[in-house]
Nanobody, 125 residues
């Protein structure tokens, strides 16, 4: 059974930090890039960042560059998202997804092969 288990969300004040985890199982982790996506209330789901788990190449959308860091532990089939300097605009349900590497810099949601259940991040002002 394919699973992507996202965890680590919570309530944090503006300026604070959170670390999300995405644990993958049931598929060949190395065959995919792993992305983090988010969906704010009333908005469409958007790609935030991705990592090629083979060579570690990363991609970030402009609004999170310098604040968010994605990393992977291939021995654990787990991807992490360290989020610093959070602001209320970062409030959303965060999802991890597995997609083919050629999509890792565009992060189209309709090209995600496997989705995890989301984890809610709420940033208070």
């Amino acid at each position: 059974e394919v699973q992507l288990q996202a965890s680590g969300g919570g309530l944090v004040q503006a300026g604070g930090s959170l670390r999300l985890s995405c644990a993958a199982s049931g598929f060949t982790f190395a065959d995919y890039a792993i992305g983090w996506f988010r969906q704010a209330p009333g908005k469409v789901r958007e790609g935030v960042t991705s990592i090629d788990v083979i060579d570690g190449t990363t991609y970030y959308r402009n609004s999170v560059k310098g604040r968010f860091t994605i990393s992977s532990d291939n021995a654990k089939n787990t991807v992490y998202l360290q989020m610093n300097s959070l602001n209320p605009d970062d409030t959303a349900v965060y999802y991890c997804g597995a997609l083919r590497r050629r999509y890792r810099t565009t992060l189209p949601t309709n090209r995600v092969h496997y989705w995890g259940k989301g984890t809610l991040v709420t940033v208070s002002s």
